[in-house]
């Protein structure tokens, strides 16, 4: 099998890919596998994530990508990285207050509803008040 080196970007200059899928180190044996190589579909199932958000990491150049032989590969070290780079800090917690708030309640403007309970309140007050 003819090897031809191809250059892996966003990966370490020292690092080499073969077409045989396995990635060799500068100066190490070049049967020796150094890094995995991860799929996009490979890296779905790791992280939960669906298959095209993956394919468009790649795209907008997020998550280092390149093609060998045709398939789209990621190095294991690319991953990891763009895995830990956006890490979530959650927001500080408000001081809670000494005493809760508590709401007013306005008076309704509208009139009471025809035939209810408070519209015959309200007419015996005004007949109360009237006699």
């Given amino acids: 099998m ?5 250059r892996v970007p ?8 073969r077409t045989s ?4 180190l500068a100066g190490r044996n070049r049967g020796a596998p150094a890094e995995r190589m991860l799929s996009p579909q ?4 790791l992280t939960g994530l669906g298959y095209t958000t ?6 907008r150049g997020n998550l280092p990508g390149f093609k060998l032989a045709g398939k789209l590969r990621v190095l294991e070290s690319a991953y990891e990285q763009w895995r830990t780079a956006q890490p979530v800090h959650s927001p ?19 009139p009471p509803g ?3 309970v408070a519209a015959l309140e309200e007419i015996e007050r005004r007949v109360a008040g009237a006699g």
Avoid at 10 to 17: E, F, T, Y
Avoid at 54 to 59: K, L, N
Avoid at 99 to 110: F, G, I, L
């Fill in 2 to 6: 003819s090897e031809l080196p191809l």
């Fill in 42 to 45: 490979q890296i779905a199932e």
């Fill in 92 to 110: 500080p917690r408000p001081q809670e207050r000494s005493m809760p708030e508590r709401r007013r309640t306005r008076p309704s403007a509208k």
């Fill in 114 to 116: 025809r035939g209810s």
């Fill in 54 to 59: 993956i394919r468009r990491e790649i795209q």
């Fill in 21 to 24: 899928n396995a990635v060799t």
């Fill in 10 to 17: 966003g990966a370490d200059p020292s690092v080499w890919a």
